[in-house]
Structures are given as structure tokens and as C-alpha cells.
């Protein structure tokens, strides 16, 4: 089984930062991809950013160049670096695990943006 548990969702105000992190537990085997996904009240699920091993990201148009994924392999986390925050990214923050055809999600963190 795999564990993963997301701290670093908060309040803050348009044009501001916030760093989400994510840390995996549990059976984890050395290839892997670690992404981070959102959902806001009303809407389906979305992909945020996703890093595999090696540290190829992939974000889609609605975050490019104001979000950066990250990954610490030895520490088996992920990191979302999100700045320049606008009111539609409030969400909730979910980190996601794939690996060997199987999917393991966080509990999800909260992030709302607003003045």
C-alpha cells in the first residue's frame, strides 16, 4: 500500500504564492509519476502538473509558467510551487502516485484564493 499526505494548502490573496508539498509512504518501487490535481466546488477533477523519475513535467495551459512541480526522489515527495495565484485556482489540491498500473491519491489540501 501506499500513503500520501499533503501539507501547505492555506488562504491567500490574488497575485500571491503558495507551496504544496506531498510525501509518499509506504510500497514504493523506483519508477514512478507523481502529479498533482485539482477540483473546485461544481467541477470534474483536473490535472495540475505531473513529474516523472527523471524530472519530465508536464502542466497544462491554465497553470504553465506560474506553476512548478517538483520532486525530492530520496524523500519519495512532491512539491507544487504555485505563484502569480488567481481566484480560479481556488481548488482542492489532491497529489497523485502512479505506479504499476495502480493510482493512489492524497486526502487533498485546500487552497483558496481571495482578497
Known amino acids: 500500500q501506499v500513503q500520501l499526505a499533503e501539507s501547505g494548502g492555506g488562504l491567500v490573496q490574488p497575485g500571491g504564492s503558495l507551496r504544496l508539498s506531498c510525501a509518499a509512504s509506504?510500497?514504493?518501487?523506483?519508477?514512478?509519476?507523481m502529479g498533482w490535481y485539482r477540483q473546485a466546488p461544481g467541477k470534474q477533477r483536473e490535472l495540475v502538473a505531473t513529474?516523472?523519475?527523471?524530472?519530465?513535467?508536464s502542466y497544462p495551459d491554465s497553470v504553465r509558467g506560474r506553476f512548478t512541480i517538483s520532486r525530492d526522489n530520496p524523500k519519495n515527495t512532491v512539491y507544487l510551487q504555485m505563484n502569480s495565484l488567481k481566484p480560479e485556482d481556488t481548488a482542492v489540491y489532491y497529489c497523485?502516485?502512479?505506479?504499476?498500473?495502480?493510482?493512489?491519491w492524497g486526502q487533498g489540501t485546500q487552497v483558496t484564493v481571495s482578497s
Open positions: 509506504g510500497s514504493i518501487f523506483t519508477s514512478y509519476v
Open positions: 513529474i516523472t523519475r527523471s524530472g519530465t513535467t
Open positions: 497523485r502516485l502512479t505506479q504499476l498500473g495502480a493510482s493512489y
